[in-house]
């Protein structure tokens, strides 16, 4: 899902239905009618208009550097001019509420020594947003009509670093292209702070932040537009219908916050669900609570592979190969677990410290030191 912004939305739910709305643009426009008439009569300066007021707002916010208001007419038109329509195999979805689009920069926390990712450039809107706040925006873009396009509309700013390609070598791990350049814009001040903000296509979503939790450059902040249905995943309890190893996962290495629930008409195309912006703050101090980073990303994969099973069954099935029944049930007690207990009924913090028990199980039965979990989830 690419983002690209605008202050109308260009659909039925905004203010010319919106009685309210409608009756307060009357009125400021009735309003700045009669001071300009005053000033004709009595002969003083004119007040600025409606239009020259926002075009001096534009001109201040961008400092010379601005991105068109990419509304659904805007966005028809330039696709139009190209001869295409939007990728559903690269989940373009464009974000076409500028408020919406300034939430998600806002909640980045963006400050001038950042070196801030963006994955799915779009058109390019909320890239120039980011580059207005940040030392440097390194935006990764699949489609190469969409980066050619956005490149078009990002020309004025000399902070953006425009990368043409997937962000993900496979499923499980970023290209090394995107890690080196990350790297290397850190590099250029040690006081830089790495940080990710995007509206992340809908498709690679998952992908992106839990592989980016076990990456060489953990972002301190993520802030990402996604499905709701993701969102609810990530922030998840024990015992609910969304928890499972995704909210083990993040929960384990940040702090995730729902920011807000965005419906399907603030994009074009209209996907079919609602999204949601997502805060996650990486936590150094939960991540160095657990001793084997890869070990616990495996288990935590492999126990709720089958998340309706009771959780003896999925160990040995797990551990198959590695630890015997009367092994594994040895580890379960250990953890005061009854036969019948379940995963998704275990805290984030169980679940470390089960973790690591049949990691040191591991240890004991095997004699390695860093032990690899044989059948992971998948």
Known sequence: MSSNNSNETDNP????????????KVLEDKKAIAERAKAVITGEPLPPSIKEIADAADEKEGEGKKVNRQTVSYLSRRFEEVGLNPNKRHGQNFLVDLNLIQMIAKSADLGKNDVVLEIGTGMGSLTGMLAQKAAHVITVEIDGYLYQMASEELEAFDNIE????DALKNKNQFDDRVI???KKALAADSSRVFKLAANLPYNVATPIIANLLRSEVIPATMSVTIQKELADRITAKPGSKDYGSLSVWVQSMADPELVRVMPPHVFWPRPKVDSAILKIVHRPEKAAAVPDIDFFYAFVRAMFFHRRKFMRSVAVAAFKGQLSKPQVDEVLAEAGLREDARTEQLSVEELQSLCE?????????????????ANQGN
Do not use: C, H, Y
């Open 13 to 24: 739910s905004n203010e010319e239905n919106d009685p309210w709305a409608r009756a307060r």
């Open 162 to 165: 425009m990368l043409k390609q």
């Open 180 to 182: 080196d350049a990350i």
């Open 357 to 373: 028990l049949f990691r040191q199980k591991l240890v004991e039965v095997t004699g390695e030191q860093n032990p690899r979990l």
